[in-house]
Antibody, heavy 120, light 107 residues
């Protein structure tokens, strides 16, 4: 069974750094793209970026380039999303998603979401 | 970036009715379109990809059609569990982009 299990909620102050995680299981993690999707409160979905664990090939949506860092640790089948300096506008739910249909960026399995709250 | 526009924003329907949701792309995306369902407090779920191919374990009550710039998601005989927000997403161009969603609510 494919599962993506995300880390718990984070409550931070503006300027803080944070790294959230997403552990995949039940499939070939190293040979499957994985991505991150943002959902701001009461709003729609936005792709942030994707990474291929096999060779660490990473692509960012223009809106998120330079704002976050996506990485993986293949040894523990875990993907990460990191901010170096949070802003209040980063407050959102963040989902990781498996891109499991070969060659196309479609999220066929999703994590449960990690809320990130940034408030002074 | 390809802009995806969904209509209507909200649709009030009664259980048992048939409903059609629309999604338009700002430029041609061939058949590279997916539909997702999101219920309150839950992660989205993939329903349709390739504009018309149902994802694994998705009931035949959900059907997708269209190509180019115009797409539809049809739900035949609405069940109580179908009341949710539906998003379309294009994956023909980078970055992939979602529509703003259509909320299906009980009439």
């Amino acid at each position: 069974e494919v599962q993506l299990v995300q880390s718990e909620a984070e409550v931070k102050k503006p300027g803080d750094s944070v790294k959230i995680s997403c552990k995949g299981s039940g499939y070939r993690f190293n040979s499957t793209w994985i991505g991150w999707v943002r959902q701001m409160p009461g709003k729609g979905l936005e792709w942030m970026g994707i990474i291929y664990p096999g060779d660490f090939d990473t692509r960012y949506s223009p809106s998120f380039e330079g704002q976050v860092t996506i990485s993986v640790d293949k040894s523990i089948s875990t993907a990460y999303l990191k901010w170096s300096s949070l802003k209040a506008s980063d407050t959102a739910m963040y989902y990781c998603a498996r891109i499991g249909i070969q060659g196309v960026i479609i999220a066929d399995y999703w994590g449960q979401g990690t809320p990130v709250i940034v408030s002074s | 970036e390809v802009v995806m526009t969904q209509s209507p924003a909200t649709l009030s329907v009664s259980p048992g009715e048939r409903v059609t949701l629309s999604c338009r792309a700002s430029q041609s995306i061939s058949s590279n379109l997916a539909w997702y369902q999101q219920k309150p407090g839950q992660a989205p779920r993939l329903l349709i990809h390739g504009a018309s191919t149902r994802a694994t374990d998705i009931t035949a009550r959900f059907g997708g059609s269209g190509s180019g710039t115009e797409f539809t998601l049809t739900i035949s005989s609405l069940q109580s569990e179908d009341f949710a927000v539906y998003y379309c997403q294009q994956y023909n161009y980078w970055p992939p982009s979602f529509g703003q969603g259509t909320r299906l609510e009980i009439k």
